[in-house]
């Protein structure tokens, strides 16, 4: 299983970006896809998953309201649409895939992924 993210960048505070993880190997209509952060300094902490078809979802309190997570199983990708960026979201951000339909009790465990993508930075600056 490989997964490749992708669409990190530098974005003003406010402002919107997409992130894009495709997973070779491994069809997301039976697995859940989970999206973490590590901040500089800090460990990593989970941010958002979806499970399945995508009807099941989890995000971070701190993110919830600002943050959706969908899930394209024709292309096999995830998206994860970050709005209303703040300077707190600046952080490597990971995909990572279990080949299970985790639990929701579960989905925010970072022992619970089986397989990691390599990360993608985002910067949220003026």
């Known amino acids: 299983v490989q997964l490749q993210a992708s669409g990190g960048g530098l974005v003003h505070p406010g402002g919107s970006l997409r992130l894009a993880c495709v997973a070779s190997?491994?069809?997301?209509?039976?697995?859940?896809m989970g999206w973490f952060r590590q901040a500089p300094g800090q460990g990593r902490q989970f941010v958002a998953a979806v499970r399945g078809s995508g009807r099941i979802t989890k995000f971070a309190k701190s993110v919830k309201d600002r943050f959706t997570i969908s899930s394209d199983n024709a292309r096999n990708t995830v998206y994860l649409q970050m709005n209303s960026l703040k300077s707190d979201d600046t952080a490597v951000y990971y995909c990572?895939?279990?080949?299970?339909?985790?639990?929701?009790?579960?989905?925010?465990?970072?022992?619970?992924?089986?397989?990691w993508g390599q990360g993608t930075l985002v910067t949220v600056s003026s």
């Open positions: 990572a895939n279990s080949g299970r339909q985790l639990i929701t009790s579960s989905m925010d465990i970072e022992g619970s992924y089986d397989y």
């Open positions: 190997g491994r069809t997301l209509s039976s697995s859940t």
